[in-house]
Protein backbone atom coordinates (compact mmCIF):
# COMPACT_ATOMS: atom_id res chain seq x y z
CA UNK A 1 0.00 0.00 0.00
CA UNK A 2 2.63 2.35 0.78
CA UNK A 3 4.53 1.65 -2.58
CA UNK A 4 0.84 2.61 -4.32
CA UNK A 5 0.65 5.91 -1.98
CA UNK A 6 4.09 7.25 -2.52
CA UNK A 7 3.62 6.18 -6.75
CA UNK A 8 0.48 8.28 -6.27
CA UNK A 9 2.09 11.32 -4.85
CA UNK A 10 5.11 11.01 -7.27
CA UNK A 11 2.36 11.93 -10.68
CA UNK A 12 0.19 14.02 -8.53
CA UNK A 13 4.00 16.31 -7.98
CA UNK A 14 4.65 16.27 -11.32
CA UNK A 15 1.29 17.79 -12.23
CA UNK A 16 1.39 20.55 -9.80
CA UNK A 17 4.80 21.55 -10.81
CA UNK A 18 3.71 21.24 -14.29
CA UNK A 19 1.02 23.46 -13.53
CA UNK A 20 2.63 25.87 -11.09
CA UNK A 21 6.06 25.81 -13.81
CA UNK A 22 2.90 26.92 -16.93
CA UNK A 23 1.58 29.40 -14.60
CA UNK A 24 4.91 31.35 -13.34
CA UNK A 25 6.17 31.19 -17.05
CA UNK A 26 2.58 32.71 -18.29
CA UNK A 27 3.26 35.23 -15.42
CA UNK A 28 7.10 35.87 -16.22
CA UNK A 29 6.08 36.43 -20.36
CA UNK A 30 3.21 38.50 -19.56
CA UNK A 31 5.77 40.75 -17.45
CA UNK A 32 8.46 41.13 -19.79
CA UNK A 33 5.80 41.68 -22.82
CA UNK A 34 4.60 45.22 -20.89
CA UNK A 35 7.69 46.07 -21.14
CA UNK A 36 8.08 49.48 -22.79
CA UNK A 37 10.89 48.28 -25.04
CA UNK A 38 10.99 46.94 -28.20
CA UNK A 39 10.62 43.01 -29.02
CA UNK A 40 14.01 42.73 -29.92
CA UNK A 41 14.98 43.88 -26.89
CA UNK A 42 12.58 41.80 -25.10
CA UNK A 43 13.24 38.17 -26.81
CA UNK A 44 16.52 37.33 -24.97
CA UNK A 45 14.06 37.83 -22.02
CA UNK A 46 11.75 35.72 -23.01
CA UNK A 47 14.13 32.91 -24.22
CA UNK A 48 16.33 32.57 -21.37
CA UNK A 49 12.80 32.50 -18.73
CA UNK A 50 11.39 29.91 -20.76
CA UNK A 51 14.57 27.67 -20.84
CA UNK A 52 15.61 28.17 -17.22
CA UNK A 53 11.58 27.26 -16.14
CA UNK A 54 11.26 24.65 -18.60
CA UNK A 55 14.96 23.20 -17.93
CA UNK A 56 14.25 23.32 -13.98
CA UNK A 57 11.13 21.35 -14.10
CA UNK A 58 12.32 18.98 -16.76
CA UNK A 59 15.08 18.70 -14.34
CA UNK A 60 12.80 18.13 -11.51
CA UNK A 61 10.32 15.38 -13.54
CA UNK A 62 13.85 13.40 -14.27
CA UNK A 63 14.49 13.39 -10.60
CA UNK A 64 10.80 11.87 -9.94
CA UNK A 65 10.76 9.69 -12.46
CA UNK A 66 14.25 8.20 -11.18
CA UNK A 67 12.69 8.15 -8.24
CA UNK A 68 9.53 5.93 -9.36
CA UNK A 69 11.13 3.94 -10.98
CA UNK A 70 13.37 3.06 -7.30
CA UNK A 71 9.63 2.54 -5.78
CA UNK A 72 8.84 0.00 -9.03
CA UNK A 73 11.67 -2.23 -8.28
CA UNK A 74 11.44 -2.97 -4.74
Given at each position: MEKETTLSLIIWTKRALGLIAFLLWGYVIVTISQS????????PYCMGS???????????????????LQQKEN
Open positions: PAPFIEQATMLIFGLLTAVYKGLDYWS
